[in-house]
């Protein structure tokens, strides 16, 4: 599987870089991510819910990094969830803003079969990461994520409220109309 999405944030590349470095902030907006516990200065472990209230584990090394421009990391040993990805931080033409452009790719556990279940259940992975990056600009820029009284308990809420892809009304639905 193989991911992208960007997003704008108005804050200075330089404070953006320095939140994504310290790995311990990742949880805060990563909906998936329970837990990083830095292991060395390049090091660190994950933990990750998954479907079926499982949750996954994996060691990851930063690879290359670049302060204020990049990071680019891959699991080590015998990963749960073999992954690997760059994060690049580019200043707005705004002047102020920083673009951020994430690329990964993971083996997702159970192949395409694997897949298929997650999306069942609502784990749609393009829109996860779009999520992430949505919930990271509003770390940054508003000091929390923003939760309306729909959803006040974050993490929670993705079991009382799961997501899906959007996609076209069946042919019944259409035949219903818009009232049914």
Not at 41 to 62: K, L, M
């Amino acid at each position: 599987m193989e991911l992208t999405a960007s997003t704008t944030i108005r804050k200075p590349v330089s404070e953006v870089f320095a939140f994504w470095r310290d790995l311990e902030n990742l949880p805060t907006f990563m909906a998936h991510v329970e837990d990083i516990r830095p292991t060395g200065d390049r090091t660190s472990h994950w933990v990750a819910s998954a479907p079926f209230g499982q949750n996954v584990e994996w060691d990851a090394e930063i690879t290359d990094e670049l302060p204020s421009e990049k990071i680019a990391w891959r699991s080590t040993g015998d990963a749960d969830v073999p992954n690997a990805g760059t994060v690049r931080f580019v200043q707005a033409p705004d002047g102020v803003s920083t673009e951020i452009h994430v690329g990964m790719v993971y083996e997702i556990p159970g192949g395409a079969i694997g897949k298929a279940v997650a999306q069942y259940f609502g784990e749609e992975p393009h829109q996860q990461l779009d999520d992430d990056l949505r919930r990271l600009k509003q770390v940054l820029e508003t000091g929390e994520v923003v939760r309306s009284d729909g959803a006040p308990w974050g993490k929670r809420a993705r079991e009382e409220f799961p997501q899906r892809p959007a996609q076209p009304l069946s042919d019944a639905e259409l035949e219903k109309g818009a009232d049914a």
